[in-house]
């Protein structure tokens, strides 16, 4: 929550590291409430494509921002000074083979996460909508 605030608060010019690397913000709506939910993810992009890695550490659940995107993947990225609407989607198979090496390039402990949990951490692309 700190993390989002000084990102948001400061219109994308402070906050934009986490752990050391870059991150962005991802708006999205509680599957249970309806509410609007945001959460900071390490900066996984490529061509206008964004991935949010659900890791949460290599924990044995997912992460909540994970569930919501599912249930609603219409959402609002916010990448330093930029705001970028997108939907999210699941990948598998060989398309998640490759986000998963770009995202092992922003963040190697992704590996170290998959080897601490069974189940297999999902990888979610944030694609423009138009």
Same mark, same amino acid.
């Given at each position: 929550?700190?993390?989002? $605030? *000084?990102? =948001?608060? !400061? ?10 690397? %870059?991150?962005?913000?991802? +708006?999205?709506?509680?599957? &249970? +409430?309806?509410?609007?939910?945001? @959460? ?8 206008? +494509?964004?991935? @949010? ?9 997912? #992460? ?12 609002t990225?916010? $990448?330093? +000074? =930029?705001?970028?609407?997108?939907? @999210? ?5 060989? *398309?998640?083979? !490759?986000?998963?090496?770009? @995202?092992?390039?922003?963040? %190697?402990?992704?590996? *170290?996460?998959?080897?601490?949990? $069974? &189940?297999?951490i999902?990888?979610?692309?944030? *694609? #423009?909508? !138009?």
């Amino acid at each position: 929550a700190k993390q989002v $605030d *000084e990102y =948001e608060s !400061s219109g994308g010019t402070s906050g934009l590291l986490l752990m050391g690397k %870059p991150c962005v913000v991802v +708006t999205m709506r509680g599957r &249970r +409430t309806g509410k609007v939910r945001k @959460a900071a993810v390490m900066r996984v992009e490529h061509d206008g +494509t964004y991935a @949010a890695v659900a890791s949460k550490g290599g924990d044995p659940r997912h #992460p909540g921002w994970y569930h919501n995107l599912l249930a609603d993947p219409d959402v609002t990225l916010q $990448d330093g +000074t =930029e705001h970028h609407e997108l939907r @999210a989607r699941e990948v598998t198979g060989d *398309e998640k083979a !490759s986000w998963w090496d770009r @995202a092992l390039e922003v963040w %190697p402990h992704y590996d *170290e996460y998959q080897q601490k949990t $069974d &189940r297999p951490i999902p990888v979610v692309l944030l *694609e #423009p909508t !138009s």
